[in-house]
């Protein structure tokens, strides 16, 4: 029987059809997939034709209805017709013609060109070596490198022609997808074996050699970019428009990670905001789950209800119902009190610790700052599970923090310590440290972890003693934790090591580079917010490997707004909104921040005092459905994960970014001053990246110093 695959690159067109075209769309796919092969060529409403003698005989057209025709590749070798294109009647030969569909010999997949506008361009013959540098941005690579890469010799003699990269960009549609994929890391500097291991590796073929005779094959190797559609409702999905293309269209390094047959244990995936990391997560629970033993059983772990509920959402458009039942969705807090509810039922987890050990603080006459002691409780004594006087006495203890304390101050913030922690386990109420302490004691006590695998998204947040509950957790061995962050997305002031840990993710540890969520023009702005800076890798401490992240999407500039006080800055917010529901964004896709509960409610109130529909969103408690209908207005810090086509960050201003009441001062503890400075800087960053097409960032007064030139 003849199948139909879909080329994703035609969906955009498939939105400019009218109802009816779709509809008899919809009727022609149903044709592909029920009648024989001789029934289909020969059927009258479809008047499936080939070229005009001389052309490309593997391609064919076929009505749709008498205005709209569609471009197929129909490959000899076997009954497979690739959708490639929808056009208007009279364009589509002559598009038909003009393009060209080959088998990159090197990665096995089909990629298209505009041959003809190449063939205007690129020399017949390669350009004579001068010895010298013409100033091109592939003068560095060798056409033996550019081979292996998979460069086909036209493309080849064609970049040699370039003079720079925004030239290469500009003639990006008429390129070979791949090779362009390619040509683009290599432009930004990469060296040719981190092309050939991160672009290339990827897309070759499992098994089997390539054959650049064989369409079939490379029809469903291109994985990226074709749908291969497998029964009636997935293609009424994906021409329904409701469908999400990273349920199927993953990046060749995403499906590599998400579908490896197994980690040998840890694995951590990295990269910058919008690489589609919740994205590999959510198909490696796919893969875990299809291939789970009998009594196995998965954790899929996140920070804020929010983003659990969103994974949540999104778990269930990908998984099979009956899989659905082998996983658990829960913050991570969640996890270490169900843990803990097993042994005392009745237990809470309280919120207000900070207040308890400024109190305690204050009562035994301590003479820092009011958070030090809560401070010297996370980040020295729970982090490194210190359990004694003795311990906290060691020299090492408090390594990493830069202001010494003497043997008796010691003493005596450890006695405040002590007693902050007993007037606490005294109560029903637990903070979430001891919660998680009592978590993983209570985990390593049991004869079996209740999970064969964790994955874990947003992790560079996570306290030591929140990975601690997750390590015991899982079955120590292959595909135990599965691990995805952005340290330079951090926004809590907490540092990990995996290897104190336990966590061992040596040799197993992999970079996403491109951007899938966020224009260029955003992205290469919000870069400027933490540009330069050198961020320590997720979970180690060697600096995080630097390259640039290429985005997919391109747009409008930022719009910055300094505003004379904050009413005015509101208002021009006001206005802002209004022109964005005017030109057809959704209230749900537009995300309002503000630096603190007190402005974002204020902010909401406001933009419903100007008739606009605003709701004020606090993550820990909604899940991102609720209040559907409105601008979601958050704090920075509740916009982690999420992301809308508008953002409009208000509040950049100098007196509240870095808001200095939450930064140590530096007289304290000099390493935690600059690490909780970077906090700040990062909730900047996080916050302007969840924008997918626009993005306003407004101030009143002096702007932070955080933003970029
Ligand atoms: N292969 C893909 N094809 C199409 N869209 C994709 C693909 N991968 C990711 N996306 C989309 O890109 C956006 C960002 O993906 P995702 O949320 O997984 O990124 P992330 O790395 O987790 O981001 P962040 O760190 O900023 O939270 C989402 O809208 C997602 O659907």
Redesign the pocket.
Known sequence: MPQLAIDATCLPQYDKLDRPTRERLREATRKFRELPLDALLAHPDLRIRSLPAGQDPRVRTFRISDSWTGVMLAPESGETFLLVHLLPRDTAEGWAQDHRHDVNGVMGTLERRDAAALEKTVPEEPAPRSGEARGGPFDGVSDGDLERLGVDPEIRRFVRTLSSPAELHAWRPALPQDQFEVLTALAEGHPVRRVQEEVVAPRRPRVGAVSTDDYDAAIRNTRERVIVVGDDQEIEDVLAGEF???RV???PK?RDLAYRPRFGGPAKVT?G????????ALHRVKHLAENLPLDGRILLTSFTNALVESLKGNLALLLDPALLDDVDVLTIDKVALDVVRRTHPDIRLRTDTRGVFAKIARQHGLPYPPDFLYSEYRHVVMAQQITTLEGYLDPDARRGRSTALAADQRRAVWHAISEARALMRTGRALPAEEMHAEAARLLAERPEPPYTSVVV??AQDLHPMQWRTLRAAAREGPDDLFI?G?NR?RIYDNTVSFKRLGINVVGRSYP?RVN??TTRQILDWAGGIVGGRTTEELGGSAPEPEGADRCVLSGPPPRLHGAADEPAELDALAEQVRAWLAEGIAPADVCVTARTNRQRDAVAAHLRARSLPAAAFNPREQAVTDAAGSVRVTTMHGAK?L?FRAVAVTGATAASLPFMDHVTPAEQDENQHRADLEAQRSLLYVAC?RARERLYVSWHGTPSPFLPG
Do not use: I, M
């Open positions: 999400n293309a990273w269209f993953l990046h995403q990269g905001p919008g690489t589609g990391k919740t994205v590999v998204d947003e995805a952005d997305q996403l899938y969520r994960g992301e990246t």
